[in-house]
Nanobody
């Protein structure tokens, strides 16, 4: 069964850093693109960063220069390194992949940026 599990969220002060992990099971991660999304309270879910199976990356404007997405296929894990965090980065962060016509989501990890 294809499964994605996010981890690494928590409470961090403005300007701080966190590294989120998205660990896959039930499929070969290296054959799939992965996206990191986030959903803040009262807002729609939005794409933050994505990485193709060949390692090409893309970022939302809000993440450029602060966030880095990477993958370690040997560990079946995709990371999201988040630096210079701002209160507006507070959200539940999800990873997603698509196989065929199906989207697979993790359950999310909460990131709270507050002093």
């Amino acid at each position: 069964q294809l499964q994605l599990v996010e981890s690494g969220g928590g409470l961090v002060q403005p300007g701080g850093s966190l590294r989120l992990s998205c660990t896959a099971s039930g499929f070969t991660l290296e054959n799939y693109a992965i996206g990191w999304f986030r959903q803040a309270p009262g807002k729609q879910r939005e794409l933050v960063a994505a990485i193709t199976m060949l390692g090409s990356t893309s970022y939302a404007d809000s993440a450029k220069g602060r966030f880095t997405i990477s993958r370690d296929n040997a560990k079946s894990t995709v990371y999201l390194q988040m630096n210079s965090l701002k209160p507006e980065d507070t959200a539940v962060y999800y990873c997603r992949t698509t196989r065929g016509n199906m989207d697979y989501w993790g359950k999310g990890t909460l990131v709270t940026v507050s002093s």
